[in-house]
C-alpha cells in the first residue's frame, strides 16, 4: 500500500492554492466529474432497500445510500429514527458476485444468485451479504462499487491529499454551510489529534483568513491545513543538501541520493527520474531541479519509503527444494475465533489463502449421511462440510500466488469416509491436486515451488513409503494400519490431566483407505522418535510435527541439530493445546531453527502476526521465503543459540534515529483525550539479537509529534533478524494503549530518510499515519 499511501502529514501543494479547490471540489474531490453519464453510480446516490443477510433466519431489509463525497456508503433500518452506519469505499477488498459465502449458500433456495452479493472487508472484519431486489439493483451496485474502488486505486498522491483535507473539511464543518468558524476549527484540531493552545491556534486562523471574513473557506481552509503540516524536520534536510536554499539542483540531489540514502546504482538516472516523477512545478522540472514540494513528496513515495521497492516482487531463486524456504502457513485454518466454541468457516480458508498462506490445516471427522466434517474435534465449535472447504480451497488457492498450496489433513475418519475425502479431493481439484511425483519417477529429493506451481498438496498419513509405488511392491489391500497421530493426543502429552485424555492418547492403530494414502506424495506425516533416528532413517518426504513446546524444547537441547535435520526435510510446529483463546506463539523462534511450516492463528491479530506478515511481506508476497545459506546447507552446522562460530559470521550496528511522527489515529475515543505518543523498536531474531529500545513519549501530540531520539542495535545474524516499529500512547497509570506498527525483515530496509507507513492492529494500512525516521546499517 505504501506507494499509493497519502503524502504523510504533507504541505499542501502550491497547486492547491491557486483558488482552483473550489467548495464543489472539497466535497466531492474531483469524483463528480466521473458521475456524470454513470448510471449505476447515479443509482446508488439516490439510494436503494436490500435484505442484510447474517444467517438463514436473520434476513433485515436496510437502505443503502452512496454519500456525496463518492467514499462513504451509508445504510439504516427502515424504521424512523434508528442509528445508521457507515463504511468506506477503501474499507473494502472485494465484492464476490452470487452465492459466494456461507450466509448466501445457506438461503441459495431463497433468493437466486443473480441478486446477491458479498462485500468482503480489509482486515478481520465480518463480511456484508446482501440481497437486491432484483437482478438489475444487484449489477448496478456490484458494477458502482468496482467503479468506486478503481477510481481509488488510480488516485494520484494530489487527488489523495485532496481528498482527505476534503474530509477533514466535511467533519469540522458542522452547520454545512461550506465554511469553518474558529469553534470549528478548534474541534477539528481535537479530532486531528493536535493540542495546540488557544492562541497560537487563532494566530494561524487570523493568518489564513485573507477575506478576514472571521471564517475559512475552501482554498483559506487549505493554506490553514498548509501551515498546519509544516515539515519543519524535511525542510531541515532540504536546506542542508540545497546550495541556494530554494531548491534542490540535480547535483544537489546526487549528493543527497549518495551521502543519506546510499543509493548504489547509477545515482545521475535515479535524480532524474525522481525530479520527473515527484516535482509538480513545470518550471522546476524545466530546470532539472525538485522544489520542497516535489522534495516531500519524493519522501512519502514507495521509493522514499522503508521498505526496499526491489524486493517487493519475487526477487529470489524458487528453484531450490521445498525444504529450502519459509512457507506460511495456518493453524486450524477454519476457525475464525476461539478453539472452544468459536464459529468453523469456510471465509478462514478464503482469508488466509488471500492473504499469501500456502498451508492450510484440515481436521476431519465422520459426519452426518456419509459426508465427513470438518471441525476441532471434542470441542463447540461449529461443523463445516470437508467438500465446501475443498471447493473454497480449489477456487482460492492461486489467486493470490501461482505456488504450491499444501493441505495439512488431519484424520479422524473412519475408513468409509476417508474414502469418500480421496473422491471429493480428485473429484474437484481435478488436474491441481498432485498425485504421483512430478516425472513419474521415484524421486531422490523434494521438488521445488518452482516445479509445483499451480498443484495442491496433501500432507497426512501414507501406508508404506513413495518407493514402493516404484518397485512392484503395491498393498493389494484396500487399507493398512499406521499408528494415530493426532494434534489432540500430542497436545494433551504436554498437560497430561483426565483419565479420559490418558485413554485417547493409547489408542494407537488407525486404518487407513488405499484411496485417501496414494493422494500423498512429498508430504507424509510421521511421528518424530529423535534426530539421531531421523538421521539415519527418516526419508526426505517425511514431515513431522511438533507442538510449541515440543519445538521449544528440541531447540535448547540440540538447535545445531534441529537446523540440520531441517536442512532436509520438512518440519510443521503448531500452538500448544492451552490456547484456547487462539493466540500465537513468536514465530521467530521456529524459523530460527529453520522450521519451515511454523502454523499460526491467522485470525488473532498481534505480535505473531505481524512477524509473520512482516516476513512474507516480500518476494511477492508469494508464500515462500528462502532460507538463509547458511540454514540450507546441511555441513555449514548453524547453531541459533551461537551465531559466533557461523562460517562467515558478521554482525551489524543499526542506527535509527526516530525523528517524527505524523497524523497518528486517535486511539481513545473520549473527544478530549490526545494522544502521548511513543515508539518502540523491537529486533526478532536469534536469542542473542532479541531486544526492544524505546524513545520517550511526546505529550498531548499525535498530529505532528517531534523526538530526535536515536536507537542503537547490534545484531549478529542479520539475515535472520526482524524488525518492528511499535507507536504507543503512554499511560503512566495502567498499559500504554496500541496505535500503530510496521514490520519487516532487516534484509528488506533502505538507508538513509524515510518514511514508516503505520499499520493498525489488523495489519491493514492507516493513511496518512506515518514516521518519519534515519536509518544506518553498519559492519
Request: glycine share 6%.
Amino acid at each position: 500500500m505504501d506507494g499509493k499511501c497519502f503524502i504523510s502529514g504533507f504541505s499542501v501543494l502550491f497547486w492547491c492554492l491557486d483558488g482552483r479547490v473550489k467548495r464543489q471540489r472539497m466535497a466531492s474531490t474531483g469524483s463528480g466529474l466521473r458521475i456524470q453519464g454513470d448510471d449505476n453510480l447515479q443509482s446508488m446516490l439516490v439510494g436503494t432497500v436490500m435484505r442484510k443477510i447474517k444467517s438463514r433466519t436473520w434476513k433485515k431489509q436496510r437502505y443503502f445510500k452512496l454519500q456525496d463525497d463518492c467514499m462513504t456508503i451509508w445504510y439504516k433500518s427502515k424504521k424512523a429514527g434508528n442509528a445508521h452506519s457507515t463504511f468506506s469505499v477503501s474499507d473494502v477488498e472485494a465484492i464476490r458476485e452470487g452465492h459466494q459465502s456461507e450466509v448466501l449458500l445457506s438461503i441459495a433456495d431463497e433468493f437466486p444468485a443473480d441478486r446477491c452479493f458479498t462485500l468482503v472487508f480489509r482486515g478481520r472484519r465480518g463480511n456484508l451479504d446482501l440481497v437486491a431486489e432484483s437482478a438489475e439493483e444487484a449489477q448496478s451496485w456490484i458494477k458502482g462499487m468496482r467503479k468506486l474502488m478503481e477510481n481509488l486505486e488510480n488516485m494520484g498522491e494530489r487527488e489523495k491529499l485532496d481528498q482527505w483535507i476534503g474530509d477533514w473539511f466535511k467533519k469540522a464543518d458542522k452547520n454545512n454551510d461550506g465554511r469553518m468558524n474558529f469553534k470549528e476549527v478548534q474541534d477539528l484540531l481535537k479530532m486531528m489529534n493536535v493540542d495546540m493552545n488557544e492562541h497560537h491556534a487563532h494566530r494561524l486562523f487570523t493568518m489564513a483568513d485573507k477575506s478576514q471574513s472571521g471564517t475559512l473557506e475552501d482554498d483559506e481552509f487549505v493554506l490553514f491545513y498548509k501551515m498546519l503540516t509544516q515539515r519543519e524536520d524535511v525542510l531541515r534536510v532540504f536546506q542542508e543538501y540545497s546550495s541556494d536554499g530554494q531548491k534542490l539542483s540535480q547535483g544537489d540531489l546526487e549528493d543527497f541520493l549518495r551521502e543519506e540514502q546510499l543509493e548504489g546504482e547509477d545515482i545521475r538516472e535515479s535524480a532524474k527520474q525522481l525530479i520527473e516523477r515527484y516535482e509538480p512545478s513545470d518550471a522546476a522540472k524545466v530546470l532539472n531541479a525538485m522544489t520542497f514540494d516535489g522534495f516531500l513528496m519524493y519522501l512519502g513515495s514507495s521509493e522514499g519509503s522503508i521498505f526496499n521497492p526491489k524486493r517487493k516482487s519475487v526477487y529470489q531463486d524458487m528453484s531450490q527444494p521445498l525444504c529450502n524456504y519459509f512457507i506460511s502457513s495456518s493453524h486450524n485454518t477454519y476457525l475464525m475465533e476461539d478453539q472452544l466454541r468459536g464459529q468453523s468457516s469456510v471465509e478462514g480458508y478464503i482469508r488466509a489463502l488471500n492473504r499469501g498462506c500456502r498451508c492450510v490445516e484440515v481436521d476431519c471427522w465422520d459426519g452426518a449421511n456419509g459426508e465427513p466434517i470438518v471441525y476441532h474435534g471434542h470441542t463447540f465449535t461449529s461443523k463445516i462440510l470437508f467438500k465446501d472447504v475443498v471447493s473454497a480451497v480449489g477456487n482460492y488457492a492461486f489467486k493470490v500466488s501461482e505456488y504450491p498450496v499444501i493441505l495439512s489433513i488431519e484424520n479422524h475418519c473412519g475408513v468409509e469416509q476417508q474414502r469418500v475425502m480421496a473422491q471429493h479431493l480428485n473429484h474437484i481439484l481435478g488436474d491441481k491436486l498432485l498425485k504421483s511425483t512430478l516425472d513419474g519417477k521415484a524421486p531422490i529429493g523434494l521438488p521445488s515451488p518452482e516445479d509445483l506451481r499451480g498443484k495442491i498438496l496433501l500432507k497426512a498419513k501414507k501406508i508404506g513409503g513413495l518407493e514402493e509405488s516404484f518397485n512392484g511392491v503395491v498393498e493389494d489391500s484396500l487399507t493398512g494400519e499406521i499408528s494415530e497421530e493426532d494434534e489432540a493426543a500430542e497436545i494433551d502429552e504436554d498437560n497430561l490431566h483426565t483419565e479420559s485424555v490418558r485413554r485417547r492418547v493409547k489408542k494407537s492403530k488407525q486404518r487407513l483407505s488405499k484411496e485417501l494414502s496414494d493422494c500423498v506424495v512429498y508430504c507424509k506425516s510421521v511421528h518424530f522418535s529423535s534426530f539421531k533416528h531421523s538421521r539415519i532413517h527418516s526419508k526426505f518426504y517425511e514431515v513431522a510435527s511438533f507442538t510449541e513446546s515440543k519445538a521449544r524444547k528440541h531447540l535448547r537441547e540440540a538447535g545445531a541439530e534441529f537446523v540440520h535435520h531441517n536442512s532436509r526435510q520438512l518440519t510443521r510446529v503448531y500452538p500448544t493445546g492451552f490456547r484456547t483463546d487462539s493466540s500465537n506463539f513468536n514465530p521467530q523462534e521456529m524459523w530460527n531453527a529453520g522450521c519451515q511450516i511454523v502454523a499460526l492463528n491467522f485470525q488473532t491479530a498481534g505480535e505473531g502476526m505481524d512477524l509473520n506478515d512482516g516476513l512474507f511481506s516480500q518476494n511477492g508476497r508469494c508464500g515462500f521465503v528462502l532460507k538463509p545459506s547458511f540454514m540450507r546447507e546441511a555441513e555449514k552446522r548453524f547453531d541459533p543459540e551461537m551465531p559466533q562460530k557461523q562460517d562467515g559470521y558478521g554482525p551489524v550496528v543499526l542506527t535509527i534515529q526516530v525523528i517524527s511522527g505524523q497524523q497518528l489515529p486517535k486511539v481513545n475515543i473520549k473527544e478530549d483525550s490526545i494522544v502521548d505518543p511513543l515508539v518502540r523498536v523491537e529486533i526478532h531474531g536469534v536469542p542473542m539479537d532479541q531486544a526492544k529500545q524505546e524513545t520517550r513519549y511526546i505529550e498531548n501530540n499525535g498530529f505532528n509529534p517531534v523526538w530526535y531520539d536515536t536507537l542503537r542495535f547490534t545484531i549478529h545474524t542479520p539475515e535472520l533478524a526482524m524488525v518492528r516499529f511499535v507507536v504507543e500512547d503512554y499511560d503512566k497509570t495502567s498499559k500504554n494503549d496500541f496505535v500503530g506498527q510496521y514490520t519487516l525483515p532487516l534484509s528488506c530496509m533502505q538507508q538513509g530518510y524515510r518514511h514508516i507507513h503505520l499499520l493498525s492492529k489488523d495489519g491493514t494500512s492507516i493513511p496518512p499515519s506515518s514516521l518519519f525516521v534515519h536509518i544506518r546499517i553498519t559492519e
